[in-house]
């Protein structure tokens, strides 16, 4: 339980692909994390993306191509999912080009929020 004054730390995902941990059930936009905090009581200090669009970006093209290897053959899916990690890391290094950009919002891989409980 979070006591008056206190400062609540939120990341979640936006652009990333489908997780079984156990399950997958919500995405939140920036806007609509604030609509959610503020709607709860929380004094919002900042929402912003957390990671970039160089993040989202690689999120998804790893899925792609290992989504397209496993309508092949299905077995090839964890192993070349596994591979395209590896090749395409270095998209996330656009993060430090697209993090704080005038569109960043459009497709980071995830938000972060920061807000106080009233007091």
Same mark, same amino acid.
């Given at each position: 339980?979070?006591?008056?004054?206190?400062l609540?730390?939120? &990341?979640t %995902?936006? $652009?990333?692909? /489908?997780? #079984?941990?156990?399950? #997958?059930?919500?995405r939140f *936009?920036? #806007?609509?994390?604030k &609509?959610l905090?503020?709607s709860?009581?929380? +004094?919002?200090?900042?929402?912003?993306?957390a $990671?970039?669009?160089?993040t989202?970006?690689?999120?998804?093209?790893?899925?792609?191509?290992?989504?397209? !290897?496993?309508?092949?053959? /299905? /077995? *090839?899916?964890?192993?070349? @999912?596994? $591979?395209? !990690?590896?090749?395409?890391?270095?998209?996330r290094?656009l993060?430090? $080009? *697209?993090?704080?950009?005038? +569109?960043?919002? /459009?497709? %980071?891989?995830?938000?972060?929020?920061? !807000?106080? @409980?009233?007091?």
């Amino acid at each position: 339980m979070l006591a008056p004054g206190g400062l609540l730390y939120l &990341q979640t %995902p936006f $652009v990333i692909g /489908r997780h #079984d941990a156990p399950y #997958d059930y919500w995405r939140f *936009t920036g #806007d609509g994390l604030k &609509q959610l905090l503020s709607s709860a009581g929380f +004094e919002l200090d900042r929402v912003a993306p957390a $990671v970039g669009a160089g993040t989202g970006t690689y999120r998804i093209a790893v899925e792609l191509v290992a989504v397209l !290897a496993s309508s092949l053959a /299905r /077995r *090839t899916y964890l192993p070349v @999912k596994g $591979v395209a !990690a590896f090749a395409l890391w270095p998209l996330r290094w656009l993060d430090v $080009v *697209t993090l704080d950009g005038p +569109e960043s919002w /459009r497709i %980071p891989g995830g938000f972060l929020a920061l !807000a106080r @409980k009233p007091s």
